[in-house]
T-cell receptor, first 117, second 111 residues
Framework: NAGVTQTPKFRVLKTGQSMTLLCAQD?????MYWYRQDPGMGLRLIHY???????AKGEVPDGYNVSRLKKQNFLLGLESAAPSQTSVYFC????????????????FGPGTRLTVT | ELKVEQNPLFLSMQEGKNYTIYCNYS?????LYWYRQDPGKSLESLFV?????AVKQEGRLMASLDTKARLSTLHITAAVHDLSATYFC???????????FGKGTTLSVSS
């Protein structure tokens, strides 16, 4: 099993450009998440999904959109990139359990380092 | 609003000595997670603590949870160089819609 994979690993964008980050998991997990990590800030939840066809906003959703057309994939889109979106983006997934976020740990992908100039 | 505070944010440790990292959170939660992150790498799950009084141990690391005090501790016994990393605690909010992360504690072990 590959676990959680992310594409691409690195990307440089110019202000105003758009791009899509792809997250894929082969563990048949129901729940998937997108986080951003900035120095000294920990991780902050951007959007999440509790199943195919469903998405919801997290702590910092502005400027991002997501889609979950297939259970194994969770896409994060930036329609018009801004320098404030320079960050490391992590995708994670977890199996369902006793409730949302369950008792099981989240499994993280390797991250995508995005620079917006 | 749930807030998670870790302290210290940086810890310089000597090999062989014991240390403790603290994770305080501001509102009721029954799920607390500890993660490790090596530089430039992803997050690795260390512990999942689900109830008051929960204690889990793995090697030189031991985590505990006191939900009444809203406090978790990560205790390091006889530090070794391999433990150098950044450690995050994360708490599930009441609505179950997010994990709120602390800012992380960066550990550096020297001989």
């Amino acid at each position: 099993n590959a676990g959680v994979t992310q594409t691409p690993k690195f990307r440089v964008l110019k202000t105003g450009q758009s791009m899509t980050l792809l997250c894929a998991q082969d563990m048949n997990h129901e729940y998937m998440y997108w986080y951003r990590q900035d120095p000294g800030m920990g991780l902050r939840l951007i959007h999440y999904s509790v199943g195919e066809g469903t998405t919801a906003k997290g702590e910092v959703p502005d400027g991002y959109n997501v889609s979950r057309l297939k259970k194994q994939n969770f896409l994060l889109g930036l329609e018009s990139a801004a320098p404030s979106q320079t960050s490391v983006y992590f995708c994670a997934s977890s199996p369902p359990g006793q409730g949302f976020l369950s008792s099981y740990e989240q499994y993280f992908g390797p991250g995508t380092r995005l620079t917006v100039t | 609003e749930l807030k998670v505070e870790q302290n210290p944010l940086f810890l310089s440790m000597q090999e062989g000595k014991n240390y403790t990292i603290y994770c305080n959170y501001s509102t009721t939660s029954d799920r607390l997670y500890w993660y490790r992150q090596d530089p430039g790498k992803s997050l690795e799950s260390l512990f999942v603590l689900l109830s008051n009084g929960a204690v889990k141990q793995e090697g030189r690391l031991m985590a505990s949870l006191d939900t009444k005090a809203r406090l978790s501790t990560l205790h390091i016994t006889a530090a070794v160089h391999d433990l150098s990393a950044t450690y995050f605690c994360a708490v599930a909010n009441q609505a179950g819609t997010a994990l709120i992360f602390g800012k992380g504690t960066t550990l550096s072990v020297s001989s």
